[in-house]
């Protein structure tokens, strides 16, 4: 596995992905979007040439809001959205963030558990935050400076 920052030439892939693992995934103009945003900080780890998983953020400040961890279904269980989860820490720390955050759906137990690994802790509750299906989304939140 490689992890490499990702550019809008990724949007592509990025979509294919989304697709495959969100109930309402992003198009591909508003990845590309995202990927040429200056505030916008994006990782993707390769198998082979493909894409197996990204991690990105928002980086406002000393801020940083984990925007979507997407792993491909058949790739789940072998550590690619912990190894890009702590790239992109790092990478946010490394830029000055200091506080991160992220929503996570409420029935996502895996997700939540890799957060909770990474130091996140549960702050609150979006409710309705979710739609396809409806369900409210999990805050949870993490003072950078150690992994």
Same mark, same amino acid.
């Given at each position: 596995?490689?992890?490499?920052?990702?550019?809008?030439?990724?949007?592509?892939?990025?979509?294919?992905?989304?697709?495959?693992?969100?109930?309402?995934?992003?198009?591909?103009?508003?990845?590309?979007?995202?990927?040429?945003?200056?505030?916008?900080?994006?990782?993707?780890?390769? +198998?082979?040439?493909?894409? @197996? &998983?990204?991690? $990105?953020?928002q980086i406002i400040l000393d *801020?940083?809001?984990?925007? !979507?961890? =997407?792993?491909?279904?058949?790739?789940?269980?072998?550590?690619?959205?912990?190894?890009?989860?702590? +790239?992109?820490?790092?990478? @946010? &720390?490394?830029? $000055?963030?200091?506080?991160?955050?992220? *929503?996570?759906?409420?029935? !996502?137990? =895996?997700?939540?558990?890799?957060?909770?690994?990474?130091?996140?802790?549960?702050?609150?509750r979006r409710k309705g935050y979710?739609?396809?299906?409806?369900?409210?989304?999990?805050?949870?939140?993490?003072?950078?400076?150690?992994?």
């Open positions: 596995m490689t992890i490499l920052r990702l550019t809008a030439d990724c949007a592509g892939q990025m979509a294919e992905l989304e697709a495959r693992c969100f109930s309402l995934p992003w198009s591909e103009r508003t990845i590309r979007n995202e990927l040429n945003n200056p505030v916008a900080l994006y990782f993707g780890a390769f +198998e082979d040439g493909r894409l @197996a &998983g990204y991690a $990105g953020a *801020e940083g809001h984990i925007t !979507n961890i =997407a792993t491909a279904p058949e790739q789940r269980r072998r550590g690619i959205a912990g190894a890009l989860l702590r +790239e992109l820490l790092s990478a @946010a &720390g490394a830029r $000055g963030v200091r506080f991160a955050m992220l *929503e996570a759906r409420e029935s !996502n137990t =895996a997700a939540r558990a890799l957060y909770e690994k990474f130091g996140f802790e549960v702050v609150g979710y739609e396809k299906p409806p369900e409210d989304a999990i805050l949870m939140t993490k003072t950078i400076g150690c992994l």
